[in-house]
């Protein structure tokens, strides 16, 4: 049940945001393997004249650029994990957008269970829900 919110420096294009979350989806669902059908993504670009590293923008350095937020319930995946994701992610998404700056993100966030969730339920509730569920069938 993540959720990925993703700043691109690339103009207003369905085509590459449909690129950008077909890639976000498998590899969330292959490294950190959290369910697709669970996993919503929010992208919005954002004009390479009005994102600055270093001090130029990113449009008088001809680069580009982005930030992915991803939060996920804490202690479901490892340091190892979450790091072969950034660097997936790193690398995939510089595939697509091209000519990316090294100074691009990806910050995974490990919420408490008690403090996230969707539906109106917490994680902690579908959790011990499952776990009851689990010992009801033994």
Partial sequence: MPILTVLLSTPPDTTVSAKVAGTLSRL???ILHKKPELTS???SHVDPAHWFVGGPSLAAQRKTSFFLDIRITDETNTADEKAAYID???KE???LLGELHHESYV????VRGAAYGFGGLTQTHRAVAARLQSL???
């Fill in 88 to 90: 997936a992610v790193f």
């Fill in 41 to 43: 993504i929010a992208i």
């Fill in 28 to 30: 969330t669902a292959a």
């Fill in 136 to 138: 009801a069938s033994v």
């Fill in 93 to 95: 998404i510089g595939a």
């Fill in 107 to 110: 910050h995974v966030h490990d």
